[in-house]
């Protein structure tokens, strides 16, 4: 039966530092890059090997999903990268402390941005210092200025329809290494979870989340990897 691993990156560096990071690219730190060996050592232990992966075009995700087939000996397998597995894009939060931010705004109104599901936070302004219109990883992609997690489900749900669910339906085991926000949309979609609630379905870093799927690609059963 096809099956669907699921991996927020291991921690990065302003994940240490309490950032909003968003679509700002940010490497992993030294315990990020131990999360995604230990994620990629208990896949391998449990038998659970992926056929093909899928990740963003950021470092963070791409360099854990590395990690983690290196620890299973499957770095040959073949990987998709996409923009539209990105985190989501936090606009002019982008870079700023996240406890700064709740002191200058109000915790309430930082709640707002951070976990609501349709109202996104200030846009990016064009010319900022985390402005990636010269990234040329973006070239030719309209780069948001901002997004709420209804704006990053509707880029991320017709992407998995289109490039992920052709290889679930042919019975393969797919892992995606991705983000908070992106790998939020997949879980929203698979368990039916509604709007107020998805805001707040926190997803730890470098734990692998399992869904077993049936022929219909319905999930039969979702759980962590570390409690079996």
């Not at 700023?96 to 302004?125: C, M, N, Y």
Request: proline share 5%; no cysteine; charged share 25%.
């Amino acid at each position: 039966m096809p099956r669907l691993i699921l991996v927020r990156h291991g921690q990065s560096q302003w994940n240490l530092e309490n950032r909003f990071t968003g679509w700002w690219d940010v490497d992993l730190t030294e315990k990020g890059e131990e999360e995604a060996l230990a994620a990629g050592r208990l896949l391998a232990e449990k038998g659970m090997l992926p056929d093909i992966a899928f990740t963003s075009f950021q470092t963070r995700a791409i360099r854990t999903l590395h990690f983690a087939l290196e620890a299973m000996g499957r770095l040959w397998i073949p990987e998709t990268k996409d923009w539209r597995l990105n985190e989501r894009h936090y606009g002019g939060l982008t870079g700023l402390d996240k406890a700064e931010t709740a002191a200058k705004h109000g915790d309430d109104q930082v709640k707002i941005w951070r976990r609501s599901f349709d109202i996104p936070p200030p846009v990016l302004e064009a010319g900022s210092e985390f402005d990636l219109a010269r990234d040329l990883r973006y070239a030719g992609i309209a780069i948001p200025s901002t997004e709420s997690l209804k704006d990053t489900i509707a880029r991320v749900l017709p992407y998995y329809e289109s490039s992920i669910v052709p290889h679930l339906r042919a019975g393969s085991t797919v892992l995606v290494s991705a983000h908070g926000n992106s790998l939020r949309a997949l879980v929203k979609h698979l368990s039916g979870i509604s709007d107020d609630d998805i805001t707040g379905l926190e997803i730890p870093t470098g734990q692998p989340i399992v869904y077993e799927l049936d022929d219909e690609l319905k999930a039969t059963e979702r759980y962590y990897l570390a409690d079996r």
